[in-house]
T-cell receptor, first 110, second 113 residues
């Protein structure tokens, strides 16, 4: 079945760039999403990319998609302490059922 | 309301008891989803409603779990004879249609003692 994998932890210094990686298995995925979850809060959509795109940039966020390797990454430029959270990669094939990864906990050190 | 609202935010119950969790989606959103997030895991799909009907309940773990959405707006997730393994955060989300961006509530944390 479909599977989405992420590394569990990432620690960076404030001001550095963060890169969070994700691999997925479903080649029919149409949309790939990045969600952010802060402590005690619901998931918030950060950005998404269509499967026919290689890159998408949105302010400090850059999403790269390597469809051949089924690899997705999220780069956060100039990482701030407020970026500390859990980041989930999710895939959707254009239907209602989304498959989420286990999440990457980003810790930003001041 | 402005966002997806879930109640209660926290629920502690004893093994074997019955629990109801409520979700009030964003006004006008026809699609509603329930996900379950266990500790250290990503959300797992439980059930999807389009309007009043459950279009896909394949994620419900067993027949102790049931969800309704009688008027196409508020939904209730019902868990009978709760077990300790049911402890998790139950997330509700809604969207304007059956795809695209999901808007999540803050979740209901269920603890079964």
């Amino acid at each position: 079945g479909e599977d989405v994998e992420q590394s569990l932890f990432l620690s960076v210094r404030e001001g550095d760039s963060s890169v969070i990686n994700c691999t997925y298995t479903d080649s029919s995925s149409t949309y790939l999403y990045w969600y952010k979850q802060e402590p005690g809060a619901g998931l918030q959509l950060l950005t998404y990319i269509f499967s026919n795109m290689d890159m998408k940039q949105d302010q400090r966020l850059t999403v790269l998609l390597n469809k051949k390797d089924k690899h997705l990454s999220l780069r956060i430029a100039d990482t701030q302490t407020g970026d500390s959270a859990i980041y989930f990669c999710a895939e959707g094939s254009g239907t209602y059922k989304y498959i989420f990864g286990t999440g990457t906990r980003l810790k930003v050190l001041a | 309301g402005a966002g997806v609202s879930q109640t209660p935010s926290n629920k502690v119950t004893e093994k074997g008891k019955y629990v109801e969790l409520r979700c009030d989606p964003i006004s006008g959103h026809t699609a509603l989803y329930w996900y379950r997030q266990s500790l250290g895991q990503g959300p797992e799909f439980l059930i999807y409603f389009q309007g009043t009907g459950a279009a896909d309940d394949s994620g419900l773990p067993n027949d102790r779990f049931f969800a309704v959405r009688p008027e196409g707006s508020v939904s209730t997730l019902k868990i009978q004879r709760t077990e300790r393994g049911d402890s998790a955060v139950y997330l509700c989300a809604s969207s304007t249609r059956g795809a695209g961006e999901l808007f999540f509530g803050e979740g209901s944390r269920l603890t079964v003692l």
